[in-house]
């Protein structure tokens, strides 16, 4: 249930607003307890080909659920969509982050300076940031150019609160004030789940290139298909998630 009394603004620049106690101990518990088994490295967007890659500024671990992955998930997009009045369709798929000791993320911005990522639902305008866990000692989220009520606007992660960021001005340009980082942990864990919101329908932009690239990737997917292999074998011939299968076209599911 959303509550606008429990929110606070904490900076103009970035337009900037906590929300204390906007997941419940159970919804973090839930979050942490999906994602647990199926982390890896996370990875960071090169800025000239807007391709993902490896970075040592980047140090923790992490994984995407899919849009509205189950009941609880499906809830807390929803909650999103109402704190932050943006559609469901323009955002990402929620992301699970893993720091552990020593670990962190160093100043960068949220939006994209690469053209191809900007293609597929314009830039990301927005950012919901949920702390699922206590941290012991560090992992504070720190925005060093920020104009707000402090010298340094900076977050200590608290279970169940929400930091919702703009990354845009509301003329849809970039605020570079909007750099942040999250801080090495010291002591404990850190674990969050990251929402990015976009200018435009990222589902739509999504589905028309899921279109485009629909191809059977084998010579006898056809004969295939005939054989009943979409169904017998559904994990092959049209893949699961981020999966793409090997017989879409001839499976009719794009």
């Excluded at 490896?54 to 992490?62: H, N, Y």
């Excluded at 866990?133 to 977050?155: A, M, Q």
């Excluded at 608290?158 to 004030?177: E, I, Q, V």
């Excluded at 295939?224 to 074998?233: F, M, V």
Aim: include cysteine; glycine fraction near 6%; aromatic fraction near 10%.
């Amino acid at each position: 249930m959303f509550d606008p009394t429990l929110v606070t603004q904490v900076s103009w620049r970035p337009r900037a607003f906590l929300y204390e106690g906007f997941l419940s101990e159970k919804e973090c518990d839930h979050l942490i307890n999906m994602a647990k088994d199926k982390l890896h490295k996370s990875l960071v967007t090169n800025n000239e080909s807007g391709k993902a890659m490896l970075s040592k500024a980047r140090t923790c671990s992490g994984m995407f659920f899919t849009k509205t992955q189950d009941e609880i998930i499906s809830e807390i997009e929803s909650r999103v969509a109402t704190w932050t009045f943006l559609p469901r369709e323009n955002d990402e798929p929620i992301q699970v982050l893993c720091y552990k000791h020593d670990q962190q993320y160093e100043s960068h911005f949220d939006y994209f300076n690469d053209k191809f990522n900007q293609k597929i639902g314009g830039n990301r305008m927005a950012t919901v940031l949920m702390y699922l866990s206590n941290v012991e000692k560090g992992g504070e989220t720190v925005f060093p150019k920020s104009e707000s009520w402090h010298l340094i606007f900076t977050v200590k992660p608290k279970k169940g609160d929400a930091l919702l960021f703009f990354s845009l001005h509301l003329n849809a340009t970039t605020d570079t004030r909007s750099l942040h980082r999250s801080c090495p942990v010291i002591e404990g864990e850190k674990w969050s789940a990251t929402k990015w919101i976009h200018v435009g329908d990222l589902d739509k932009a999504y589905e028309n290139q899921y279109r485009k690239d629909c191809d059977d990737e084998h010579e006898n997917c056809s004969r295939w298909t005939k054989a009943g292999e979409c169904e017998k074998n559904s994990l092959y011939m049209i893949g699961k998630g981020d999966m793409k299968g090997n017989c879409m076209k001839s499976c009719n599911v794009c």
